[in-house]
């Protein structure tokens, strides 16, 4: 069972028809992501990577970096592949509701708008699935839509994105800022923040601490 309706190609349509720079200001936070990458980044993993736009971007930041990407879309997928035609990079089918598979470990594990399509129980089980995967020093990096700390909060981003009132995307999942910041503490994250924030759209991450990483 999928996590969302993004498995269906009228729902990934809809959103790719969006245009690159929706929502906006997110190429805010790509930048801020990619300014936090390690400078040493051999191997990048996305999780959710639709069309392939976050993917690409860290990539161009450290040439010379493999890159793996898992979206549950076909049509994402098809459209991340055509992207990365002739590239180092592999593109593979995969639903955020199961557990992340064995791919080896890696440098920096980023995502963009897609963990909060999980249940929260879910979100917390993949952030410690991911730390597993992160080398000594590797970052995660989520640019995230999360949850407004109060109703017209929540109004005023709508609004702000050119939303009606009270529209909800039924996949949505949407969680505080906090609560994910104490479950990356928890899990054993270090140097854990918010790094950037505009309304709903916040960039959480943390990295692994040196000698912490699997065997």
Request: net charge negative; no cysteine.
């Given at each position: 069972m999928t996590v969302s309706e993004w498995a269906t190609e009228e729902h990934a349509g809809r959103y790719l028809g969006r245009g690159p720079d929706w929502p906006p200001h997110r190429s805010e936070g790509e930048a801020v992501l990619v300014a936090e990458l390690p400078a040493r980044c051999e191997r990048v993993l996305d999780l959710g990577c639709g069309d392939g736009r976050l993917l690409a971007l860290v990539l161009e930041a450290r040439p010379g970096?493999?890159?793996v990407g898992l979206d549950v879309s076909p049509t994402m997928l098809e459209a991340a592949r055509a992207r990365f035609a002739g590239c180092d990079v592999d593109i593979e089918a995969w639903d955020l509701a199961d557990p992340l598979p064995q791919l080896g470990t890696f440098d920096a594990v980023v995502s963009s708008f897609a963990i909060h399509h999980c249940e929260h129980d879910r979100k917390r089980a993949l952030y410690a699935e991911v730390l597993d995967r992160l080398r000594p020093g590797g970052l995660f990096a989520n640019l995230e839509h999360v949850a407004s700390p109060t109703?017209?909060?929540?109004a005023s981003f709508?609004?702000?994105?050119?939303?009606?009132?009270?529209?909800?995307?039924p996949s949505n999942r949407l969680l505080d800022v906090g609560t994910q910041?104490?479950?990356?503490r928890e899990l054993g994250y270090a140097d854990v923040d918010c790094h950037w924030k505009w309304r709903e759209l916040a960039l959480l991450a943390g990295r692994v601490p040196d000698g912490a990483a699997p065997d």
């Open positions: 970096a493999t890159g109703p017209r909060l929540e709508l609004a702000a994105i050119g939303i009606e009132p009270g529209w909800t995307d910041l104490v479950w990356l």
